[in-house]
């Protein structure tokens, strides 16, 4: 009787211990994407390239409102010592839907870790973007930091609407549909100390070179565009932008150089070269 219940008290700790492997790798595992769907991102990224721009897409994309990344998973991501470059992958998926994944990647262009999106129809969320005209611009000096002005920011957004009209060319860089736009890690993380961030929104915009481009504004728990007149520079609700698109510049940091050092706040050093 003593053999069983010591031999039934082994098999409980080896159970137990057992459990706590798999929550312990779940939990590594969550922030990034597994094995199984970095397969099915990459065939989204590839499927991206052949895809034909048609009128199904273009219709499923004006019913897109934006692209919702967690803060939490995102920060496990950039808090990754080892992940230098952040690019921004478009893909798309078997409803014929564009995606966004977050890949990060080390100073050789190897991934590290990937974050997805989710994507936030119009049905269910309409954006505020008037509150880029209520709220007084601050200006941060000349530095470049990829900090968009609210009036640009509010141009942006607002003007993708008709960019849908001829949608392909808005994704045409030099004669190549853009395929990932990119930003240095060290800004990635200064949009994740937005005050009372809690998800992190891509929306399209189309910029002043007629061409789609990504505005990142920070939302709160109720879904308001995180956009204020706050001097405090290191934490202030803005929109970004002034990421890398590739092709065109498919180079990490691409025009732009981040020095670790500098004088200004270390997410001000974003320079063009």
């Not at 929104?201 to 189309?206: T, Y």
Request: proline share 3%.
């Amino acid at each position: 009787m003593k053999k069983t219940y010591f031999g039934l008290l082994i098999a409980l700790c080896i159970l137990a211990y057992s459990c706590q492997q798999d929550e312990a790798t779940v939990i590594t595992e969550k922030p990034t994407a597994s094995k199984t769907q970095a397969s099915k991102l990459m065939r989204q990224a590839n499927a991206w390239k052949t895809t034909p721009i048609s009128k199904e897409l273009v219709q499923n994309q004006q019913n897109i409102s934006h692209y919702a990344f967690d803060v939490h998973a995102l920060q496990t991501l950039i808090d990754n010592s080892t992940v230098n470059y952040v690019w921004f992958d478009l893909g798309v998926n078997a409803k014929n839907q564009i995606t966004f994944t977050a890949t990060g990647e080390d100073v050789n262009d190897a991934i590290v870790g990937q974050v997805t999106s989710k994507i936030i129809s119009t049905q269910t969320y309409q954006a505020d973007f008037s509150v880029f005209n209520r709220v007084e611009d601050v200006s941060f000096g000349n530095v470049f930091n990829h900090i968009l002005p609210n009036k640009d920011a509010y141009q942006y957004v607002t003007s993708m609407k008709a960019a849908y009209n001829n949608f392909e060319a808005s994704l045409d860089q030099e004669g190549q549909r853009v395929e990932r736009f990119g930003l240095d890690a060290m800004v990635v993380k200064r949009m994740l100390m937005t005050k009372n961030i809690n998800t992190l929104g891509l929306f399209l915009g189309k910029n002043k070179k007629e061409k789609m481009t990504t505005v990142f504004i920070g939302m709160d728990q109720g879904n308001n565009l995180l956009i204020d007149a706050s001097t405090d520079i290191s934490t202030a609700g803005k929109a970004f932008d002034f990421t890398a698109p590739c092709p065109n510049v498919c180079e990490p940091g691409g025009p732009q150089i981040c020095a670790q050092y500098c004088d200004s706040p270390w997410w001000m050093c974003c320079r063009y070269k």
